[in-house]
């Protein structure tokens, strides 16, 4: 696991130059704290700095083929290498190391740029193909690891977080439409960042640059649900359990320690469970609680950890976290409003200082439709199919025929409109509201760009036509990459800490896309055979429980701890928020939520976030000197 970046100039007369690469991959020494180099070459540069996982002594890069010809720099890890290598030594090819990284030069050389289909894993590269004078990068399938780049007149960037970006060009300015989709669901779009002109390179996509032209983006792989309604049940489980298990046997190749994240999910504890039959010593497991029982999922963690008698880690997140604010805002380098990226910082450090790599459960309830909002939003579309494709029904008739638990569950507002509008479910403020948060001159340049317009594209440009499959895909393209992924990424990696995504593995993903969608939804019961699978392995409690996900106590701390720094930040004359948003609506949105009139927490937690990160940016724009250097 590593951190990467780099920079074409067009102008073969303009160097890179030294001062640049190093100033370029420092600024992500986090993500690899053991190792760094760079290669110059006139007009191109590339970065590196290494987490050391797999052959420690070796795996210096950049790393080139056996002529010097190609160069690489690359973050992930393929899990496949060795049969690959095998393949290629066979074909010829010389190896000087026992890394990945070397296995995908060679690849490269037989492929060339369809050398990405054959990787396994998890990864975001970049190549220098000398003699094509070619600029080749890539990111992996779901995005597990990130990617952004950049193109001015004169050069090409690229790097793993922004702040590389940053570093060695100017500050753009905010993308406006983006803010909306920030307010709208908490995080930023797969292929769009905050900035204006820094970009990034969505999942399972190729980038390649010449000098001076546009880059040119291909899709190498792609999301499609064919289903096989051959196979049973009992087919389904045992299929499942045992791809699985592959996948998790191997990402146990570690020269370094190891462990897992777990939580009292069905996900995190089926990894864990796998991993434990596959170990000949005990997992080591990290688990992160709150005082507030509501939220708390240590007793349910113990299960497992208990069951497997794994060596088991605690640790308990206190309202004092929020003081962490400033680094998340470093970590993000753009706002980000999901509240669980608090425990998720804090389990990573808790874990890092044990093992230096651990595995997750993330991608259990977008592969499987776990999560609530398929059930509601499936029964919104059973209404409007039973009003014969009319879209709208009259608000009286629709009071009279909702039942009374989706009266109360706010969903008749959706069943009263089209069905465009689903993607505004996912959002945190509907258009409304945000038309009521903004400053009008602010309102107005959105006319165009609403929030829920990437969304409502990537429903329509579905292929499959079965309903909870479209929904999964506009998850896993859209709030899985951007937020789930995203979190974990930044959270673990601004520890030096690598985690891998066993479920997330394409070829056991390929297999649930497989699986009819009545038995991942079946009836009201969420990710069926999923459970069904995993019946032998896990305690009953943790199958037949309520899902919580990986909540914050945000609804207690706003009204109680924190109340004195909502007073501070959000409410204070000099907020850099109202340039934006209108303050008497900030103001009534807090007041509402203190009187218990509505729960608003994640609401205001998108708009803390927004704060700090726009803080950061003034205080950044003081201290930011752009370089101008480089030239001979």
Request: aromatic share 10%; charged share 25%; with cysteine.
């Given at each position: 696991?590593?951190?990467?970046?780099?920079?074409?100039?067009?102008?073969?007369?303009?160097?890179?130059?030294?001062?640049?690469?190093?100033?370029?991959?420092?600024?992500?020494?986090?993500?690899?704290?053991?190792?760094?180099?760079?290669?110059?070459?006139?007009?191109?540069?590339?970065?590196?700095?290494?987490?050391?996982?797999?052959?420690?002594?070796?795996?210096?890069?950049?790393?080139?083929?056996?002529?010097?010809?190609?160069?690489?720099?690359?973050?992930?890890?393929?899990?496949?290498?060795?049969?690959?290598?095998?393949?290629?030594?066979?074909?010829?090819?010389?190896?000087?190391?026992?890394?990945?990284?070397?296995?995908?030069?060679?690849?490269?050389?037989?492929?060339?740029?369809?050398?990405?289909?054959?990787?396994?894993?998890?990864?975001?590269?970049?190549?220098?193909?000398e003699k094509k004078q070619v600029l080749?990068?890539?990111?992996?399938?779901?995005?597990?690891?990130?990617?952004?780049?950049?193109?001015?007149?004169?050069?090409?960037?690229?790097?793993?977080?922004?702040?590389?970006?940053?570093?060695?060009?100017?500050?753009?300015?905010?993308?406006?439409?983006?803010?909306?989709?920030?307010?709208?669901?908490?995080?930023?779009?797969?292929?769009?960042?905050?900035?204006?002109?820094?970009?990034?390179?969505?999942?399972?996509?190729?980038?390649?640059?010449?000098?001076?032209?546009?880059?040119?983006?291909?899709?190498?792989?792609?999301?499609?649900?064919?289903?096989?309604?051959?196979?049973?049940?009992?087919?389904?489980?045992?299929?499942?359990?045992?791809?699985?298990?592959?996948?998790?046997?191997?990402?146990?190749?570690?020269?370094?320690?190891?462990?897992?994240?777990?939580?009292?999910?069905?996900?995190?504890?089926?990894?864990?469970?796998?991993?434990?039959?596959?170990?000949?010593?005990?997992?080591?497991?990290?688990?992160?609680?709150?005082?507030?029982?509501?939220?708390?999922?240590?007793?349910?963690?113990?299960?497992?950890?208990?069951?497997?008698?794994?060596?088991?880690?605690?640790?308990?997140?206190?309202?004092?976290?929020?003081?962490?604010?400033?680094?998340?805002?470093?970590?993000?380098?753009?706002?980000?409003?999901?509240?669980s990226a608090i425990p998720t910082y804090?389990?990573?450090?808790?874990?890092?200082?044990?093992?230096?790599?651990?595995?997750?459960?993330?991608?259990?309830?977008?592969?499987?439709?776990?999560?609530?909002?398929?059930?509601?939003?499936?029964?919104?579309?059973?209404?409007?199919?039973?009003?014969?494709?009319?879209?709208?029904?009259?608000?009286?008739?629709?009071?009279?025929?909702?039942?009374?638990?989706?009266?109360?569950?706010?969903?008749?507002?959706?069943?009263?409109?089209?069905?465009?509008?689903?993607?505004?479910?996912?959002?945190?403020?509907?258009?409304?509201?945000?038309?009521?948060?903004?400053?009008?001159?602010?309102?107005?340049?959105?006319?165009?760009?609403?929030?829920?317009?990437?969304?409502?594209?990537?429903?329509?440009?579905?292929?499959?036509?079965?309903?909870?499959?479209?929904?999964?895909?506009?998850?896993?393209?859209?709030?899985?990459?951007?937020?789930?992924?995203?979190?974990?990424?930044?959270?673990?990696?601004?520890?030096?800490?690598?985690?891998?995504?066993?479920?997330?593995?394409?070829?056991?993903?390929?297999?649930?896309?497989?699986?009819?969608?009545?038995?991942?939804?079946?009836?009201?019961?969420?990710?069926?055979?999923?459970?069904?699978?995993?019946?032998?392995?896990?305690?009953?409690?943790?199958?037949?429980?309520?899902?919580?996900?990986?909540?914050?106590?945000?609804?207690?701390?706003?009204?109680?701890?924190?109340?004195?720094?909502?007073?501070?930040?959000?409410?204070?004359?000099?907020?850099?928020?109202?340039?934006?948003?209108?303050?008497?609506?900030?103001?009534?949105?807090?007041?509402?939520?203190?009187?218990?009139?509505?729960?608003?927490?994640?609401?205001?937690?998108?708009?803390?976030?927004?704060?700090?990160?726009?803080?950061?940016?003034?205080?950044?724009?003081?201290?930011?000197?752009?370089?101008?250097?480089?030239?001979?």
């Amino acid at each position: 696991m590593c951190g990467i970046c780099g920079i074409l100039a067009f102008d073969k007369n303009r160097r890179v130059t030294q001062e640049e690469m190093v100033d370029m991959s420092v600024e992500t020494i986090h993500r690899g704290p053991d190792d760094d180099g760079t290669y110059i070459s006139g007009h191109v540069g590339l970065g590196f700095r290494r987490l050391s996982i797999i052959d420690l002594s070796g795996g210096h890069q950049p790393l080139s083929n056996e002529d010097g010809t190609i160069w690489i720099v690359f973050n992930g890890e393929v899990y496949n290498f060795r049969t690959l290598r095998k393949e290629l030594e066979q074909k010829g090819h010389i190896f000087k190391s026992n890394t990945d990284t070397e296995t995908i030069i060679h690849l490269y050389e037989e492929m060339g740029t369809q050398c990405v289909s054959r990787l396994r894993g998890m990864f975001a590269l970049a190549i220098w193909d000398e003699k094509k004078q070619v600029l080749f990068c890539a990111r992996d399938r779901f995005g597990i690891k990130p990617f952004f780049y950049r193109q001015d007149d004169q050069r090409f960037f690229f790097g793993s977080e922004i702040k590389n970006i940053l570093k060695v060009s100017e500050r753009p300015s905010m993308a406006t439409d983006v803010l909306d989709y920030y307010l709208t669901y908490g995080y930023t779009p797969s292929d769009r960042t905050i900035y204006q002109q820094i970009n990034k390179l969505p999942p399972a996509h190729t980038l390649v640059i010449r000098e001076g032209k546009k880059p040119l983006i291909s899709r190498y792989w792609d999301i499609r649900f064919e289903p096989n309604h051959t196979l049973s049940v009992q087919d389904w489980q045992e299929v499942l359990r045992e791809k699985l298990r592959e996948a998790i046997r191997m990402r146990l190749v570690s020269d370094v320690p190891l462990g897992a994240f777990l939580s009292g999910g069905i996900d995190s504890g089926s990894v864990v469970a796998l991993m434990a039959q596959e170990s000949t010593r005990p997992v080591k497991t990290f688990s992160i609680g709150f005082a507030e029982k509501q939220f708390n999922e240590l007793p349910l963690a113990r299960l497992t950890a208990e069951k497997y008698r794994t060596e088991h880690h605690e640790h308990i997140v206190e309202p004092q976290s929020i003081d962490i604010l400033s680094t998340l805002v470093r970590c993000y380098d753009e706002p980000f409003g999901d509240s669980s990226a608090i425990p998720t910082y804090f389990v990573s450090e808790f874990a890092r200082s044990h093992v230096t790599v651990a595995l997750s459960g993330d991608g259990g309830d977008e592969l499987f439709a776990g999560y609530d909002h398929y059930k509601k939003l499936k029964k919104i579309e059973s209404f409007h199919r039973f009003t014969g494709g009319l879209g709208v029904w009259p608000a009286g008739l629709l009071h009279q025929l909702i039942p009374r638990k989706i009266k109360g569950s706010g969903l008749s507002y959706y069943l009263s409109r089209p069905r465009s509008s689903f993607p505004a479910y996912y959002g945190k403020w509907q258009e409304t509201e945000r038309a009521g948060m903004y400053r009008p001159d602010v309102w107005e340049k959105l006319t165009q760009q609403k929030g829920e317009k990437v969304k409502q594209a990537v429903l329509a440009n579905s292929a499959t036509e079965d309903f909870v499959s479209r929904l999964q895909e506009l998850d896993m393209r859209t709030w899985m990459v951007d937020d789930i992924l995203t979190k974990v990424d930044r959270a673990s990696m601004i520890h030096s800490l690598e985690v891998r995504v066993p479920i997330l593995d394409h070829e056991f993903a390929e297999l649930t896309f497989t699986i009819p969608s009545a038995l991942k939804l079946n009836g009201n019961q969420g990710k069926y055979i999923f459970k069904e699978a995993m019946k032998p392995l896990l305690p009953q409690s943790i199958l037949t429980q309520q899902k919580k996900g990986f909540g914050v106590p945000l609804k207690h701390w706003f009204k109680h701890d924190l109340k004195p720094y909502l007073q501070d930040t959000l409410l204070s004359n000099n907020s850099p928020l109202h340039t934006y948003l209108e303050p008497a609506a900030i103001k009534k949105l807090i007041k509402d939520h203190a009187t218990g009139m509505r729960d608003l927490n994640q609401k205001i937690w998108t708009l803390v976030f927004l704060h700090a990160w726009l803080e950061d940016q003034q205080y950044s724009s003081t201290e930011h000197s752009t370089y101008h250097g480089g030239k001979q």
